[in-house]
């Protein structure tokens, strides 16, 4: 799984919004695999990394809702100190620039799973992929 596709959406900033969508995708068999978000000029920007983006976009599209899709690496980390560190040192010495990331859970083995957001997604995660994978 070294890399997926992200959906971003943008949403109301009201309560009750996110829910919503969450409950519309799950009703779906939707699984989110990764989230984030965050406040952006009156709205919430949300990011998620579904187990099945076609359903996903479906559910998004009968609910007039706008987004984006892009990809991302991703990369499976053993539950410790500096594992973190370790990735994001990887990328560094890469010369791969990290211009967001966020956390989510492997639905396999409930591992953490980072999501990183880069420029050079394929390069990106042939050097995460050189990582020792989590058990």
């Known amino acids: 799984m070294p890399t997926a596709k992200e959906i971003n959406i943008r949403l109301a900033d009201q309560p009750g919004t996110l829910g919503k969508v969450c409950r519309k ?4 068999g939707v699984n989110i695999l990764a989230f984030q ?3 952006l000029e009156g709205e919430s920007l949300v990011r998620i990394v579904p187990n099945d983006p ?9 609910e007039r809702l706008n987004y984006t899709e892009t990809g991302v690496a991703l990369v499976k980390l053993r539950n410790r100190p500096g594992e ?3 990735a994001a040192i990887k990328l560094g010495d890469a010369n791969i620039n990290i211009n967001y990331a966020y956390c989510g859970i492997d ?3 409930n591992s953490p799973l980072l999501v990183f957001g880069v420029a050079e997604i394929a390069q990106a ?5 050189q990582i020792p994978l989590a058990a």
């Open 25 to 28: 995708l799950a009703d779906r």
């Open 37 to 39: 978000s965050i406040p």
């Open 54 to 62: 076609a359903i996903a976009k479906q559910v998004l599209d009968s």
């Open 84 to 86: 973190l560190a370790t």
């Open 107 to 109: 639905p396999d083995t």
């Open 125 to 129: 995660a042939k050097v995460l992929e």
